[in-house]
């Protein structure tokens, strides 16, 4: 189709107080609209290119008095310009349709072309998957970090590039003896942007001082505080934080592969947020039993009216 409108029944703006809209009696004005509205919105879920049968008149509420006002409507030219017309069966047309509506032929040819379109695409991933395996460049989108790969003949000795790090300045590829390009492609983020620091806070401009002989990679760690439902702060290391969604707040069920990757990291670290969890209730409550004012009661005696205690002479003592 030649226009994608959007979804849904589409009122053109300005129509609120429009001559059609004013044309209509005041006492009915409102009602007549609403069921004008509900039977538009029928007719585009349903794909019936506008018409609207008696039945469902029916159930919108539509009245004799409705169904005429609406057959008279005029236009800013104060010419007839009704906003549904009688049509077969007893049912109405509402008008001008095709040319704010979504047609059924448009919708049919869209959807046909969009699962044409998928299936191509899934055919043609399948193809880059088996051409991994026989020593040509393959283009990976969904390794199990969530970020792209790019790989390029990496059983000859030279190194894979994450999506990014193949950098425009490098004309070439990398070997794994050159220490100085190991060391430019480590300090590259996995967006394809250089940071200014990694995350153990040391700026990229600066060799790392301590490195693990056996693995080459820096020993220094930060830790990120992650709060827990019930207050507390569970220490979670900064080479690997919690994922974010951009999309969902909460662990989404559906097809999301940012909220699988949350919840997959959820359950990594399920045991360390129950107890340090746990941890923090139980220093509430040893707090509580130690306070001096309330005596464990929470609530400071000999008040009116009451006042819970935040057990500050506990904390300090």
Known sequence: MAERRPPGFNIPLGFYD???VQSIPRRIRAAAI????????????QLTDGYVGPELLKMFGCTPAIRSALKVTINKKGELSPLWEDAHSGGVQLTNWPKHQRTNDEVTTYRANEAERKRTARAAKRGRGANSHDGTNAYLSNSH???????????????????GTYAEDTPHLANDNDEDNRWRQASTSGNGETSGRTTAGRPHSVRPDHRDPKTETETETESFPLVTSGGGVASVDAHDPRPHCPDHKENYDGPCRKCRRRREWDERHAA??????LEHKRRIREIAASCPTCHGTNWIPDTEP????????????
């Not at 609403?34 to 879920?45: I, M, Q, R, S």
């Not at 990496?154 to 590039?161: K, R, V």
């Not at 360390?272 to 969890?277: G, T």
């Open 34 to 45: 609403g069921v004008w509205g509900l039977a538009g919105n029928y007719a585009a879920t």
């Open 306 to 317: 009451a006042v819970k205690c935040n057990h500050q002479e506990a904390q300090h003592a």
């Open 18 to 20: 429009g001559p059609e």
């Open 272 to 277: 360390q947020i129950a107890a340090d969890e």
């Open 145 to 163: 970090d969530g970020t792209n790969a790019y790989l390029s003949n990496s059983h000859d000795g030279t190194n894979a590039y994450l999506d």
